[in-house]
């Protein structure tokens, strides 16, 4: 009998543990109906299974919002995705918006942006790039340069950033699709610089990406990784690398795929002093993408900045919202266009 009386006890005291566990972290009052289907666990280092997402943190913001810490399954079962989500703490499903930092950037660097789309009703989420953030590598950025792309290794660190970011997203839509609060059948990407570019991949990629807000982003990305225009010159230095960082950077570029993005909602946003991305290589790539919207010419926005630099400006970032809320609101049903 004492041996039964013990074990019961044992049992009760690991109830009472799960039970704290599974509560939302610091929220005025439980929600399990819009979280039954998401993990809230303490272990953050374990794998994750693929339609599986983790709360880690879960804060009800004095402005209505609310502001979880996530990690999410990705391309690699045995790398997780960190993530910051914000929403309304009411009403629902809402439509989501995937929200990519710049190189050498993390989650955290635009997690204003998930706010502030927050506010005007989208389940908004940053993610870290891969080598970026929490999956950072130490020294992986060495060199005072790097951002400058160019160099065979300062391509390949950028260019797998962008590759396996874009994998890991098909992955994180499952399981977000399965959370009662959001509604999948919305998604919008934005981001800026890098996290734009990636956002042009999945334009292209990813057929449940029905609306883009590219930022001074590539679009062209062997102008983008060689500094040189199309051409002769170009050629060679593309010859000057190695096999597989070719192939990458092939693997991923939008410009010969221009076909694969129509009808989707997209908006480009360069800056005329950039000393990163060529405005003009913009200018062409919306030049060819215009005859392939037809009809849909309302879908496709290129507005250039002359006077701004490697930057987003506030202007920008109020376009590219309005964007995204009038693109995720008019969206519904079935896909828009993209494919493998």
């Known amino acids: 009998m004492q041996t039964l009386l013990s074990w019961l006890a044992g049992l009760a005291v690991g109830w009472a543990v799960n039970a704290v566990a599974l509560a939302p972290q610091e929220s005025p009052q439980p929600t399990p109906a819009r979280l039954s289907n998401v993990q809230s666990l303490n272990n953050p280092d374990r794998a994750l299974s693929r339609l599986e997402i983790q709360v880690l ?5 004095p402005d209505g919002l609310v502001r979880e810490r996530l990690r999410f399954p990705g391309f690699d079962p045995d790398e997780s995705v960190p993530a910051i989500a914000c929403h309304p703490a009411e ?3 809402f439509p989501v918006a995937l929200v990519l930092h710049y190189f050498r950037g993390t989650k955290e660097s635009l997690e204003a942006w998930c706010r502030d789309l927050a506010r005007r009703g989208i389940f908004a989420v940053a993610l870290d790039a891969h080598l ?3 999956r950072t590598i130490s020294g992986v950025f060495h060199g005072d340069n790097i951002a400058s792309l160019g160099g065979e290794y300062s391509i390949w660190v950028h260019q797998t950033s962008i590759a396996r970011t874009a994998q890991d997203v098909p992955i994180i839509l499952d399981p977000l699709a399965r959370r009662l609060d959001v509604d999948a059948s919305r998604v919008a990407v934005t981001g800026m610089s890098m996290g734009a570019s990636t956002a042009l991949v999945l334009a292209w990629r990813e057929p449940r990406v029905r609306v883009v807000a590219s930022l001074v982003g590539a679009v062209d ?8 225009p199309p051409g002769p010159k170009q050629e060679e230095k593309k010859a000057s690398y190695g096999p597989r960082l070719r192939e990458l950077v092939a693997s991923l570029d939008p410009k010969p795929r221009l076909g ?3 009808p989707k909602a997209l908006f480009l946003a360069n ?3 950039d000393e990163y991305i060529d405005l003009e290589s913009v200018r062409r790539f919306v030049a060819d993408l215009e005859p392939l919207y037809g009809t849909n010419q309302s879908r496709l926005r290129f507005v250039p900045f002359p006077e701004a630099g490697h930057g987003v400006t506030a202007d920008m970032w109020k376009q590219a919202q309005d964007w995204i809320v ?4 008019k969206e519904s049903g079935g896909a828009s266009g993209g494919g493998k």
């Not at 943190?57 to 913001?61: F, G, I, S």
């Not at 990305?221 to 040189?228: A, C, L, Q, S």
């Open 57 to 61: 943190e879960r804060k009800v913001l």
């Open 91 to 93: 009403g629902g499903p």
């Open 132 to 134: 970026h953030g929490e």
């Open 221 to 228: 990305f062997w102008w983008d990784v060689t500094k040189i």
């Open 260 to 262: 694969r993005i129509p």
């Open 271 to 273: 800056a005329g002093r």
């Open 326 to 329: 009038q693109g995720l609101a």
